[in-house]
């Protein structure tokens, strides 16, 4: 399966609600879903390219995370 590699962003614009976790910074906004078991990652909305980060226990760590490919995700692709 193909997978996209996104860089991290600076821990300071991330921001957590529950179990969404959303990072804006001008043009870029990522919005990630960590309600599902094991923790898959769900991107819900997005524009140009992004960073993000992966989601461990009850705490965020700075890390690539692995996206499943879908149109319109920009990054470095991992097949």
Do not use: C
Request: hydrophobic content about 35%.
């Amino acid at each position: 399966m193909s997978s996209l590699i996104l860089q991290s962003a600076p821990l300071k614009q991330i921001q957590t609600k529950n179990d969404l976790l959303s990072y804006s910074s001008g043009d870029i906004h990522v919005i990630l879903n960590f309600s599902e078991k094991p923790r898959q990652v769900e991107l819900l909305e997005h524009t140009t390219w992004q960073t993000l980060w992966s989601y461990n226990a009850s705490h965020l760590e700075k890390n690539k995370i692995y996206l499943p490919q879908r149109a319109g995700w920009i990054g470095k692709r991992n097949t």
